[in-house]
């Protein structure tokens, strides 16, 4: 490719590497600070309002917050959630795509078109919960775990590629005996588990992030996952973590500022410590979709 | 030729045997269904989660014509008609709603919906190929965190206690700003919030669509002496637009639909009269009133105008040539 080396070309790249960068900057930055923030003293905090690297480490904000068992509970609950939540997902919506990918299926139609028009059309919130309450599913984790089972969408994409899968296979698998359970596990899967990986990142990405389904469904304050724990604390500034009494005698506690910092920092290390190996196969993944079957 | 005579015969042959062909045809179909048995059984589980978790709460929406009572249940509870439609709309909170959601849905598209795009032609243009992709990782990132942890961190940078932005504000000699309590600021940190979580993520779909540019197209504009900003706009530009239709037909469909965590996260008794919505509203007098069936009849004149929008929006969609999306 030939270089534009003209003047109006090099001021154009120049602002917009720098617009670029900016915003780069602008989409992180925040983060840096809560980390720094939440890492450093009071008194350092008090001097440098716009920390972005501690000069004075300390972890006594960390300290105080898992001095009682709240927040690391919250972290269990969530992390049961992400894990049992994302295998049901994975399960079902596979159980589901495959013999909707399959041409002989008999009212294949119809049924692609219910799960189709529960994209455009639903009972809404409260339906949703009265039909939720009436199985007796209130305050229980199967509320956060089955109302969500399969996502529509997910499952258009997944039947979508299960159908660019080469259909000899099936064909030649029948002949040698095995029934259409043991072609999707033993031949099926394996070949899709790029797709299948992609589909557990989201779903994975979702349970862990979850809001709406436990104000929705969990009433009981020892149940809550981290994302409710969090807005208590960190938004209604209410129902603290960490109790004094447990601390040395001349422990001082962190300001506000800087124990909400923390309580952020730590109910999101898993996705800080795995986004930058994973980032690139969720840009691949979401791709996904856009191929239309 | 021959093709066709042999069809004509064919048929032919076939029609004084037609009741035996149907009885064929559905021995054939029980044939292939003993034969695609374990399909059935695998359709099992998506089957009931459907029909329970999303057709059951649309039957449920008949809730919207009767008086719920806890404990007659669904079907004791008497038929009141449309009594709650009529409530709703007589309400001084119809207005209200209807008013904020369409503003903060026509913010969002107007200030929103166009920074992916920006955004993505400016990556594009990028040759540093490693500034690019560490750029790209960066603005991902905010899209990987729940709602909560964006509304808190505008709390913790906002709020007039010891919060950056004040700090900042103070330390230039100004006055201090409430934005969290405010109602200026709702709609405008709203939009701004959605930019920062999702504007980046959503350049991905943009980019995509321009590595799919024939490199060539560029060469031959530039030896027809076109400078970067006319390549832009004639050659880049033209690739990704049948994109940008299909994404902003797609936002026209989903226009209510603007997110209950973020907007109620942000809710507060002070900005309540500038953004409660919809779906924060059923909450609200559904989940903590109790008051089930008139939220139910407000969800279900929500969720038509929604469907109403979609078929619309698609048949626009199909009016510009494009496949449509159902």
Redesign the interface.
């Known amino acids: 490719m030939v270089q534009d080396r003209s003047w109006g070309s090099r001021l154009f790249s120049l602002v917009n590497y720098t617009v670029v960068g900016l915003l780069a900057l602008i989409a992180i930055i925040p983060f840096v600070h809560l980390i720094a923030a939440s890492l450093t003293t009071a008194q350092e905090l008090r001097e440098q309002t716009f920390l972005l690297f501690p000069t004075v480490l300390s972890l006594d904000s960390y300290r105080y917050i898992l001095s009682t068992d709240t927040i690391v509970r919250s972290m269990g609950v969530t992390i049961f959630i992400t894990v049992a939540g994302t295998s049901i997902n994975i399960a079902m919506t596979t159980l589901m795509a495959y013999p909707l990918a399959r041409r002989t299926l008999i009212a294949r139609e119809q049924l692609l078109l219910m799960v189709l028009f529960t994209m455009m059309f639903n009972g809404g919130m409260i339906p949703t919960f009265l039909v939720v309450k009436e199985l007796g599913l209130l305050n229980s984790y199967w509320a956060l775990l089955l109302p969500g089972a399969i996502s529509a969408f997910n499952l258009i994409v997944m039947k979508n590629f299960f159908q660019q899968l080469p259909d000899g296979l099936e064909e030649s698998a029948k002949i040698d005996g095995a029934n259409d359970l043991i072609i999707l596990i033993r031949l099926v899967i394996p070949l899709s588990m790029p797709a299948i990986a992609t589909f557990s990142l989201f779903y994975a990405v979702s349970h862990w992030n979850s809001f709406l389904a436990p104000i929705l469904y969990i009433n009981d304050s020892d149940k809550w996952p981290v994302q409710i724990l969090m807005r208590q604390i960190i938004i209604l500034s209410q129902g603290g973590v960490g109790d004094s009494e447990e601390m040395a005698p001349d422990f001082v506690v962190p300001p506000e500022q800087t124990l909400k910092a923390a309580v952020i920092v730590f109910s999101n290390l898993p996705i800080l410590i795995v986004y930058p190996f994973l980032q690139k196969y969720f840009a691949k993944g979401i791709l996904l979709g856009s191929v239309k079957g | 030729m021959t093709g066709r005579t042999f069809r004509a015969s064919g048929r032919a042959a076939r029609l004084p045997a037609e009741a035996d062909s149907r009885k064929a045809r559905r021995r054939r179909?029980l044939r292939?269904?003993r034969?695609?048995?374990?399909?059935?059984?695998?359709?099992i589980?998506?089957?009931l989660?459907?029909v329970?978790?999303?057709?059951?709460?649309?039957?449920?929406?008949l809730?919207a014509f009767k008086d719920?009572q806890p404990f007659i249940g669904?079907a004791g509870s008497p038929w009141v008609g449309f009594k709650h439609f009529e409530r709703f709309f007589t309400d001084p909170s119809f207005g209200l709603l209807f008013r904020n959601t369409f503003i903060i849905a026509a913010m969002n598209l107007a200030f929103f919906f166009p920074v992916p795009i920006v955004?993505a032609l400016?990556?594009n243009?990028?040759?540093?190929a490693l500034?690019k992709r560490?750029?790209?990782?960066?603005?991902?990132?905010?899209h990987?965190?729940?709602?909560?942890?964006i509304?808190?961190?505008t709390?913790?940078?906002l709020t007039t206690?010891?919060?950056?932005v004040n700090?900042?504000i103070a330390?230039a000699g100004g006055d201090k700003v409430n934005f969290l309590m405010s109602e200026s600021w709702f709609r405008p940190l709203i939009v701004l919030q959605m930019i920062?979580k999702e504007a980046?993520?959503g350049t991905?779909?943009f980019l995509?669509a321009l590595s799919g540019v024939d490199?060539s197209l560029?060469?031959a504009a530039?030896i027809d002496g076109a400078?970067?900003?006319r390549q832009m706009m004639h050659v880049t530009l033209p690739a990704i637009r049948s994109t940008i239709v299909i994404l902003l037909i797609l936002r026209l469909g989903n226009f209510l639909d603007l997110g209950?965590?973020q907007i109620y996260?942000m809710l507060n008794a002070m900005n309540r009269d500038v953004g409660e919505i919809f779906?924060t509203y059923?909450?609200t007098n559904?989940?903590q009133r109790g008051l089930?069936s008139y939220?139910?009849a407000v969800?279900?004149f929500?969720?038509a105008i929604?469907?109403l929008l979609?078929?619309a929006a698609n048949k626009i969609a199909k009016r510009f040539g494009e496949?449509g999306v159902?």
């Open positions: 179909r292939q269904i034969l695609d048995y374990w399909l059935y059984v695998m359709l589980p998506g089957v989660y459907f329970i978790f999303k057709y059951l709460p649309m039957w449920g929406v809730l719920y669904f955004v400016m990556l243009e990028m040759r540093l500034f560490i750029a790209q990782t960066f603005i991902y990132v905010p990987f965190f729940s709602w909560v942890v509304a808190g961190i709390y913790i940078m206690e010891g919060g950056i700090e900042a330390g920062w980046g993520w991905i779909i995509a490199p560029y060469e530039r400078n970067r900003w209950f965590e996260l779906d059923i909450y559904g989940i089930f939220t139910t969800g279900l929500n969720a929604g469907l979609i078929v496949e159902f």
